[in-house]
């Protein structure tokens, strides 16, 4: 099963887009790359999702890389309420198509 | 609201007790999983069910087993706990978890400390 790599932790000005970047270089042709994000240890929220083209929903925007090896989230406008820990995975096919979390970014956003 | 109901919200259970956290979904959803997380650390898969009757492991299975008698209901069930199963348990559920384009609910938690 395909892992994720992200940074551990990012900075980001209240108003600023924030870019949370994510590596998944050995993800299939198949698979998709999820995000959902922690707040304060509440249960994860849906974000969203995508395959091979380019996202956008009411929450932010996923940029998918030609290969497919790496993704961005963006947060266009940055609010104090959008610090949690981001999460970028990729399911796990032989347990259910679990979520498979790693340690995620932890984003803090400043007034 | 529909969604998942976790409960209890918090426990404190005597090491060696046995306990079951309780997880309802009014969605008609035919997976159901649970996670754990430690303290800074992400959500680990301790058990799944993509159906009513049928269970399997996930990451971290030892010491927790599980039931799926119905699609509601998907209890977890400490026999004898430990210490080191302190943590923050997490129900979730899927439609259909094959399919791409079908997300993910999760409950709020139960916090359980085993002392």
């Known amino acids: 099963d395909a892992k994720t790599t992200q940074p551990t932790s990012m900075d980001c000005a209240e108003g600023r887009a924030a870019n949370l970047p994510c590596n998944h270089s050995?993800?299939?042709?198949?698979?998709?790359v999820y995000w959902y994000r922690q707040i304060h240890s509440q249960g994860p929220q849906y974000i969203i999702h995508?395959?091979?083209n380019n996202e956008t929903n009411e929450m932010a925007s996923l940029i998918i890389t030609e290969d497919r090896k790496s993704s961005t989230l963006i947060l266009p406008h940055a609010t104090l309420r959008d610090t949690a820990v981001y999460y970028c995975i990729v399911r796990v096919r032989n347990s259910g198509y679990a979520l498979n979390f790693g340690k995620g970014t932890s984003l803090l956003v400043t007034p | 609201t529909a969604g998942i109901t976790q409960a209890p919200t918090s426990q404190i259970l005597a090491a060696g007790r046995s306990m079951t956290l309780r997880c309802t979904q009014d969605?008609?959803?035919?997976?159901m999983y649970w996670y754990r997380q430690d303290l800074g650390l992400g959500l680990r898969l301790i058990h799944y069910s993509n159906t009513a009757g049928t269970t399997g492991k996930g990451e971290v299975p030892d010491g927790y087993s599980v039931s799926r008698a119905n699609t509601d209901d998907f209890p977890l069930t400490l026999a004898s706990a430990v210490p080191s199963q302190t943590s923050v348990y997490f129900c979730?559920?899927?439609?259909?978890?094959?399919?791409?384009?079908?997300?993910?609910?999760f409950g709020s938690g139960t916090r359980l400390t085993v002392v």
């Open positions: 969605m008609r959803h035919n997976a």
């Open positions: 995508g395959l091979k």
């Open positions: 050995t993800i299939s042709g198949n698979e998709y």
């Open positions: 979730a559920s899927s439609e259909r978890p094959g399919t791409p384009n079908y997300g993910y609910t």
